[in-house]
C-alpha cells in the first residue's frame, strides 16, 4: 500500500484472511436474501428492505425493525429499536478509527462501513497497513453483497416460503463463531471468561427478548470482568 495516497490494494492481505473475508461476503449475500424475503413475505413494499439495506446498512437492526413494523409499531418506535441495536458501533469506531483514514470524506464513508466484522477483521491484523486493508476490502465488499442480497429476495419474495427452512438464519451466526474462536484461543484467561459469561446471558435472554438486544446484554460480560480487574480480582 501507497500510505500517502491512501491507496488500498488486495496484495496488502495474506490470502488465507482474504480466503476468510470471501466466506463472509458468501454469508452476508445469504442472509440479506433471508432478510429481503422476510421483508417482502410480511407484507412490507419491496422498496422498504432495499433503501432501508442502502441508508441504515445494520443487519441486526434492520431484522429487528421490520419485526416491529409487521407487529403493528410504527416508524418511531422501528427506528429507536435500531439506533439501540446499534450502540455497540460506537464503541467499534473508537477502535478501528486509524483505519478510516484522513479525510472527512473518507471516514464518512467508513462510518458507515463500520460493523461487528469489518471490526474484527482489522483488529485481527498485525499492523496499520492490513488493519486498513482489511477494514476496506471486507467492508466493500461486505456492503455490496449484503445489498444484492436484499434485492434478491425481495424480488423472490414469498416465492421462497418459510426462509428459515433452507438454514439462512444459520449461516451469519456460523460466520461469526468462526471468526472469533481463533481470538479466544489466544487469549487472556480474563477475555475468555467475558466472551464466555456473555455468550450464557445472550443465550438465555434469546427467547425473551427481541432480536438484536441479547446482544447488547452480553456486553455486561466485559462489563463484569472489567470490575473485578479493577477490584483487583482475576
Request: hydrophobic share 60%; no cysteine.
Amino acid at each position: 500500500m501507497e500510505r500517502t495516497h491512501g491507496v488500498v490494494r488486495l496484495s496488502d492481505l495474506p490470502s488465507g484472511v482474504l480466503r476468510d473475508i470471501a466466506l463472509l461476503w458468501v454469508a452476508d449475500l445469504t442472509v440479506g436474501v433471508s432478510f429481503g424475503a422476510i421483508a417482502v413475505a410480511s407484507g412490507l413494499p419491496l422498496w422498504v428492505p432495499v433503501v432501508m439495506s442502502v441508508l441504515v446498512y445494520a443487519g441486526a437492526a434492520q431484522f429487528s425493525a421490520v419485526a416491529v413494523l409487521t407487529a403493528g409499531g410504527g416508524p418511531v418506535a422501528a427506528a429507536a429499536t435500531g439506533l439501540l441495536l446499534n450502540t455497540r458501533t460506537a464503541a467499534f469506531g473508537l477502535a478501528v478509527g486509524d483505519s478510516l483514514g484522513r479525510s472527512w470524506a473518507a471516514r464518512l464513508v467508513g462510518a458507515h462501513l463500520i460493523t461487528d466484522e469489518t471490526t474484527a477483521f482489522a483488529l485481527a491484523q498485525p499492523d496499520a497497513t492490513r488493519r486498513r486493508a482489511a477494514f476496506w476490502i471486507t467492508g466493500a465488499g461486505e456492503f455490496v453483497a449484503w445489498n444484492v442480497g436484499v434485492l434478491a429476495g425481495a424480488l423472490a419474495g414469498s416465492a421462497l416460503g418459510d426462509t428459515a427452512r433452507f438454514g439462512l438464519d444459520a449461516a451469519f451466526p456460523a460466520v461469526l463463531v468462526a471468526l472469533v474462536l481463533p481470538v479466544l484461543r489466544d487469549a487472556a484467561p480474563s477475555t475468555r471468561g467475558a466472551a464466555a459469561l456473555g455468550a450464557v446471558i445472550a443465550v438465555a435472554a434469546a427467547p425473551l427478548l427481541p432480536a438484536g438486544v441479547p446482544v447488547l446484554l452480553a456486553l455486561l460480560g466485559l462489563a463484569v470482568t472489567v470490575r473485578r480487574r479493577a477490584g483487583g480480582g482475576a
